[in-house]
Nanobody, 122 residues
């Protein structure tokens, strides 16, 4: 069984920083892309940032220049460094693993973490 465990959410003032971490555990052969999504109350879940196994990144326009995503392929971990936080960044942040291949079946699935709350006060 695969689990994605997130940590690092919390309450911070506007302009502050938070660091979110996500670790995937289980019999994992590979993960194509890992990323972070967020969902604010009354809104749809949206992509924040994603990174491929080769290190290619993509960011939502709203976070470019403020957030940085990084990944350790050997440890199956992904980190989102969030700087210059704004009240509109307040949401539940979810870790996502895209095309995670399991051993020994070599079947591929997508997985989500349980979510971690980020609250930015003005």
């Amino acid at each position: 069984q695969v689990q994605l465990v997130e940590s690092g959410g919390g309450l911070v003032q506007a302009g502050g920083s938070l660091r979110l971490s996500c670790a995937a555990s289980g019999r994992i052969f590979s993960i194509n892309a890992m990323g972070w999504y967020r969902q604010a109350p009354g809104k749809q879940r949206e992509l924040v940032a994603v990174i491929t196994s080769g290190g290619r990144t993509n960011y939502a326009d709203s976070v470019k220049g403020r957030f940085t995503i990084s990944r350790d392929n050997a440890k199956n971990t992904v980190v989102l460094q969030m700087n210059s936080l704004k009240p509109e960044d307040t949401a539940v942040y979810y870790c996502h693993a895209d095309d995670l291949t399991l051993m020994p079946t070599m079947r591929t699935y997508d997985y989500w973490g349980q979510g971690t709350q980020v609250t930015v006060s003005s």
